[in-house]
């Protein structure tokens, strides 16, 4: 009786160092932006271009006259 419990004392003790391993590896990814794709870093040029793409894609659907496009160019800042 006394091999039985030393076996599964032994297994939960196994269980138990898998799973402060897998939490550490879980929370050094989360840290490094490993899960879930992290937080967005994004500059605000990365964020005016982007923009600027939906508004090209808005009026080559025809989503926008001529004038709303340009306008809206204009205050993008890509007036070119």
Avoid: H, N
Wanted: hydrophobic letters at 40%.
């Amino acid at each position: 009786m006394g091999g039985f419990g030393m076996g599964v004392g032994w297994l939960f003790g196994l269980l138990v160092l898998a799973g402060v391993v897998a939490l550490v590896v879980v929370g050094v990814r989360a840290a490094r932006g490993g899960i879930g794709g992290g937080p967005i870093r994004s500059t605000p040029a990365d964020r005016s271009a982007g923009a600027r793409q939906i508004l090209e894609q808005r009026y080559a659907r025809g989503e926008l006259s001529t004038e709303e496009y340009q306008e809206r160019r204009e205050t993008l800042g890509g007036g070119s």
